[in-house]
């Protein structure tokens, strides 16, 4: 078993920035790929951002390239830094593992952004 904790999320106006965290723990590996994902209220939940093992290979969705960046320390922690956050951002944000094809989430931490 692999457990997930976020963190970081909160309520921001819209062109601010927020850091989000997430904490493996468990059954892990140092070699398991991350991700975050999001869920706006009445849609499906959708793919933001994902790293590799080594850190050297990051993937973003569309909508939040060039304004998140998805990076990881040695201890199995993610990190997603969001700037230039837009109201469209608002979501439960879910950190992932592994990517593309998650078994593990975690319980999830809202972000609001107000405009």
């Known amino acids: 078993q692999v457990q997930l904790v976020e963190s970081g999320g909160g309520l921001v106006q819209a062109g601010g920035s927020l850091r989000l965290s997430c904490a493996a723990s468990g059954r892990t590996s140092s070699r398991i790929t991350m991700a975050w994902f999001r869920q706006a209220p009445g849609k499906e939940r959708e793919f933001v951002a994902a790293i590799s093992w080594s850190g050297i290979n990051t993937y973003y969705s569309g909508s939040v390239k060039g304004r998140f960046t998805i990076s990881r320390d040695t201890k199995n922690t993610v990190y997603l830094q969001m700037n230039s956050l837009k109201p469209e951002d608002t979501a439960v944000y879910y950190c992932?593992?592994?990517?593309?094809?998650?078994?593990?989430w975690g319980q999830g931490t809202q972000v609001t952004v107000s405009s």
């Open positions: 992932a593992t592994p990517y593309p094809t998650p078994d593990y």
